[in-house]
């Protein structure tokens, strides 16, 4: 899991005030610190089930905050905020219906503060490599709605422009970008040469402490393992940096049943082909080069995927 609490707790020390020098000259009372503002979800009415409250809170979570409010955003508790729009996505939102994200940025766009509160928050909870709710399907209208939004000029939007191109590639039900890779003998091949019912692309680095926990739980998967042995899994180990002494050095733990590969041109960061801000990650996909998995990095979630096919 990654780990979300790192940046709340990151953000909850930058706003924490600076400590002051003690005075002998006088005790001055400080004046009594104001109370953070608070939000409160909207309540779903009594009688609904399990799935019906979770679709009224999808559309109606946000129906008591005011979105003219700027001073609201100034006055209130940022991690406690974090901590809302964190409960909203992971209890409510479907990880494949981006619409409620929509509906709320367009609500956020009215104002320049608002806009870029709320695309603070999406940020830390949908985008962050360290989020266990991070999801570039879901982060996409907020990246979306900085794009067309007349309240930032052509240098703002440049960042989320980019990081727009980026969250839409290997987007899951397509195909994902095809690249060479080199072997230890020199020799070079395609992703897409690769025959097999599944391909798992491990993109990792040697001196990765979470590389190495994540190639040792792949190990670890019977069922990786079984197909990999009936051939109707390859898995693809690729090194994408420019240190081959390092790749090297690392060769011999790399399973004998995976391709060892290295990045010779380094085009998956020069033409940006997949998004390399987190490493490991994993991509699952199917014979025809579809993205089941985008950017995994639990073995759990591909042996599901897998598994429900």
């Known amino acids: 899991m990654r780990r979300l609490l790192f940046s709340v707790l990151l953000l909850a020390l930058l706003c924490c005030g600076t400590r002051c020098r003690e005075s002998r000259r006088?005790?001055?009372?400080?004046?009594?610190?104001?109370?953070?503002?608070?939000?409160?979800?909207?309540?779903?009415?009594?009688?609904?089930?399990?799935?019906?409250?979770?679709?009224?809170?999808?559309?109606?979570?946000?129906?008591?905050?005011?979105?003219?409010?700027?001073?609201?955003?100034?006055?209130?508790?940022?991690?406690?905020?974090?901590?809302?729009?964190?409960?909203?996505?992971?209890?409510?939102?479907?990880?494949d219906d981006p619409a409620p994200v929509e509906a709320l940025m367009a609500q956020a766009g009215s104002s320049r503060p608002m806009l870029a509160y709320f695309a603070m928050l999406a940020e830390k909870v949908l985008y962050d490599p360290n989020s266990p709710l991070r999801s570039d399907e879901l982060y996409i209208p907020v990246l979306e709605a900085q794009a067309a939004s007349p309240l930032l000029d052509e240098w703002e939007k440049i960042a989320p422009l980019h990081d727009l191109r980026m969250a839409r590639q290997n987007r899951p039900g397509e195909r994902a970008n095809d690249f060479r890779y080199t072997l230890a003998d020199g020799s070079s091949r395609r992703l897409y040469d690769l025959g097999a019912d599944y391909v798992l692309l491990?993109?990792?680095?040697?001196?990765?402490?979470?590389?190495?926990?994540?190639?040792?739980?792949?190990?670890?998967?019977?069922?990786?393992?079984?197909?990999?042995?009936?051939?109707?899994?390859?898995?693809?180990?690729?090194?994408?940096?420019?240190?081959?002494?390092?790749?090297?050095?690392?060769?011999?733990?790399?399973?004998?049943?995976?391709?060892n590969a290295y990045d010779a041109t380094q085009q998956l960061r020069e033409k940006e082909l997949y998004d390399l801000k987190a490493i490991p990650a994993l991509y699952l996909l199917d014979r025809d080069k579809r993205v089941l998995v985008k950017d995994g990095t639990d073995p759990g979630q591909i042996e599901w995927e897998i598994d429900h096919r």
């Not at 503002?37 to 009415?45: E, M, S």
């Not at 680095?205 to 670890?220: F, W, Y």
């Open 202 to 259: 491990f993109i990792y680095n040697p001196g990765c402490a979470m590389c190495q926990q994540l190639r040792e739980a792949i190990v670890s998967s019977p069922m990786l393992n079984e197909l990999t042995e009936r051939g109707e899994l390859k898995v693809l180990a690729l090194y994408p940096d420019e240190d081959l002494g390092a790749w090297r050095a690392y060769r011999d733990r790399i399973p004998a049943r995976w391709i």
């Open 26 to 95: 006088q005790a001055v009372e400080p004046p009594a610190a104001k109370p953070a503002r608070v939000f409160l979800p909207a309540v779903p009415p009594g009688g609904m089930t399990a799935e019906q409250t979770r679709d009224y809170m999808r559309a109606h979570y946000w129906d008591k905050f005011d979105f003219a409010d700027t001073l609201f955003i100034a006055e209130t508790d940022t991690v406690e905020m974090l901590r809302a729009f964190a409960a909203w996505v992971g209890n409510f939102l479907a990880p």
